[in-house]
């Protein structure tokens, strides 16, 4: 059975930072793009950061671009995404996912996905 395991999310005052972890299991993934959206209450599933299979082409969001950073580890089967400078607006359900191919940002070819962990930003 594939499963994508995220944890790391919390309750953190502005310009803190978090580091989110996703665990895999039930099948490799480092062939597969993987990726981190969020969603936040009312609004749509936004891709925050992706990254190809190896490592070598990752894409970040506008609104992260300089805060965020992804990460993967092929040995260990994990993809990261160290967050810096967090700011209320980032609060959200972030999801950890796992694309049918190696490289893309289109949300439609994420099709593994984990159960979230909430980001929560507050004062």
């Given at each position: ?49 992706a990254i190809s299979w190896s490592g070598d082409t990752k894409y970040s969001a506008d609104s992260v671009k300089g805060r965020f950073t992804i ?53």
């Amino acid at each position: 059975q594939v499963q994508l395991v995220e944890s790391g999310g919390g309750l953190v005052q502005p310009g803190a930072s978090l580091r989110l972890s996703c665990a895999t299991s039930g099948r490799t993934f480092s062939a597969n793009a993987m990726g981190w959206f969020r969603q936040a209450p009312g609004k749509e599933r936004e891709l925050v950061a992706a990254i190809s299979w190896s490592g070598d082409t990752k894409y970040s969001a506008d609104s992260v671009k300089g805060r965020f950073t992804i990460s993967r580890d092929n040995a260990k089967n994990t993809v990261s995404l160290q967050m810096n400078s967090l700011k209320p607006e980032d609060t959200a359900v972030y999801y950890c996912a796992a694309a049918a191919r190696p490289w893309t940002i289109v949300p439609a070819n994420y099709i593994y996905w984990g159960q979230g962990t909430q980001v929560t930003v507050s004062s």
